[in-house]
């Protein structure tokens, strides 16, 4: 079965690139929602979402409303998460046909100044179209949640989706809470594995071990 889910997932992990990189601009305007829809349910129903558990978050249910406060954690001063209850209806719905096409860890909402420079520096065409991608508030929607603020630039965002395309599928469906979604099968990887140096996670189609 394990095998099974795995080859379904990364099926799904294709179609959902060359479907999202149209499809990104569909839904990018839904993105606070989505998230906060998404963020809801995974703390309220226990589902293991690495990005967001590796936060320290606590529910705080006080005279001003119900919410989650995110802790300071990426070099941020944290943020939050409205809370509200998320039906497993709308969270399917969301989930299959907004959240998963974004991506939640870019630390500029919809882009990424680092990546910007650089292009900025490869050719005067991309410092021209790139004029006014800016930073207003670093840090990803999993540090900040609806504190987030809006960040979006057409050129600079189109880049980052030919990229990052559908990367929130891949922090929900790859990355599991004892190990990574990896498999040995005749001494050769596949799977979402830790890369050498250790810092990060890539997907593995047959690396020998």
Do not use: C
């Not at 249910?61 to 919410?67: A, I, L, Q, R, V």
């Not at 209850?85 to 969301?94: A, D, F, R």
């Not at 910007?116 to 800016?134: I, N, P, Y």
């Not at 840090?139 to 630039?153: K, M, P, Y």
């Amino acid at each position: 079965m394990k095998y099974l889910e795995y080859i379904l997932i990364l099926i799904w992990h294709v179609l959902s690139k060359a479907i999202g990189y149209a499809w990104f601009f569909a839904v990018v305007p839904f993105r606070r929602y989505a998230n906060n829809v998404v963020f809801n349910y995974v703390l309220q129903n226990g589902i293991y979402l690495k990005r967001l558990r590796e936060r320290e978050i606590e529910y705080i249910n006080g005279e001003f409303g119900k919410f989650y406060i995110i802790r300071q954690y990426h070099d941020t001063q944290g943020g939050f998460i409205e809370y509200r209850k998320v039906s497993w209806l709308e969270y399917q719905l969301v989930f299959w046909f907004i959240w998963g096409f974004l991506d939640a860890d870019t630390n500029d909402d919809t882009f990424d100044v680092g990546r910007v420079e650089e292009l900025r520096k490869d050719s005067k065409v991309w410092k021209f179209l790139l004029k006014g991608a800016t930073r207003k508030q670093y840090g990803n929607s999993f540090d900040l949640g609806d504190a987030r603020e809006d960040n979006f630039h057409f050129f600079a965002t189109m880049f980052w989706n030919t990229r990052n395309t559908a990367q929130n599928f891949l922090y929900m469906q790859f990355q599991k809470e004892i190990q990574p979604f990896l498999h040995i099968i005749s001494g050769r990887q596949f799977g979402w594995g830790i890369t050498p140096d250790g810092k990060g996670y890539q997907l593995y189609y047959g690396k020998v071990l």
